[in-house]
């Protein structure tokens, strides 16, 4: 690997509620450097969930990215000729990297109605434990579990 370590950018809250996951959530929603675009969809759809729910906003969010978050995942090693599925656990960062994209995502493959409304729902079924999003973790957590005999590959 040539030249150092990029350095780790300190993310400052959001402006609205003040809380870091949210701004982060913001950022991987822009799209083509447009952040108002992505804060208005991301602070319509927290407006819209407290409205539907009666609950704060920002804990649902909160709750959603736990439920959606994995704990392991499975990444292909070389050895000896054939590539093995390892599981792994996945770091903090990654974990919720992971869980904002399969959201986005989720939210993303549904049709015919604005961004704000898709993203509630699916942070609302989220935080129920169902939804797109929960379903692609199980499924990343499933693999997991099945090439458990190749663990010992991991180092």
Not at 10 to 21: A, L, Q, R, T
Not at 83 to 101: C, E, I, K, T
């Amino acid at each position: 690997m040539r030249g150092k370590q990029a350095p780790r950018r300190k993310i400052s809250p959001d402006p609205k509620f003040g809380n870091v996951n949210v701004s982060k959530f913001i950022n991987y929603i822009m799209l083509d450097g447009k952040k108002t675009i992505a804060q208005t969809i991301v602070y319509d759809c927290l407006d819209l969930i407290s409205e539907k729910t009666k609950l704060d906003s920002v804990e649902l969010f909160e709750n959603a990215l736990k439920n959606v978050a994995p704990s392991l995942e499975v990444k292909s090693k070389r050895v000896g000729g054939a590539n093995y599925q390892v599981p792994m656990s996945v770091r903090g960062d990654r974990r919720s990297m992971l869980a904002f994209r399969w959201i986005i995502t989720a939210a993303r493959t549904k049709k015919g109605r604005p961004m704000y409304q898709k993203l509630a729902d699916e942070l609302i079924a989220a935080a129920n434990n169902e939804g797109e999003a929960v379903r692609k973790k199980t499924d990343v957590q499933r693999m997991a579990e099945a090439n458990r005999a190749f663990a010992h590959f991991a180092r």
